[in-house]
């Protein structure tokens, strides 16, 4: 069920608030119920990219020179 409130905002980031929601393509109200509910924990954090980067050294690793040849290999059933 939703309950009707009323905030107070200062015009220009109201204005902005605004803006943001219409680049969105959402209204200002579905705009701020996802910034509280974000705030609240609602929804889930984003993921940290740097989770994915810098896992390991690659030491003079040549795959990014080879990806080709090692994914015709890998296709063909040749090992080395």
Do not use: C
């Not at 080709?68 to 296709?75: K, R």
Request: no cysteine; net charge positive.
């Amino acid at each position: 069920m939703m309950t009707r409130t009323q905030l107070s905002f200062e015009s220009e980031m109201l204005h902005e608030a605004r803006r943001r929601a219409r680049r969105l393509g959402i209204s200002l109200a579905e705009y701020v119920r996802r910034l509280v509910a974000a705030d609240l924990g609602g929804d889930e954090p984003a993921a940290d990219p740097s989770a994915v980067f810098n896992l390991g050294r690659s030491q003079g690793s040549d795959i990014a020179r080879r990806k080709d040849a090692m994914v015709a290999e890998a296709f063909s059933g040749q090992r080395e």
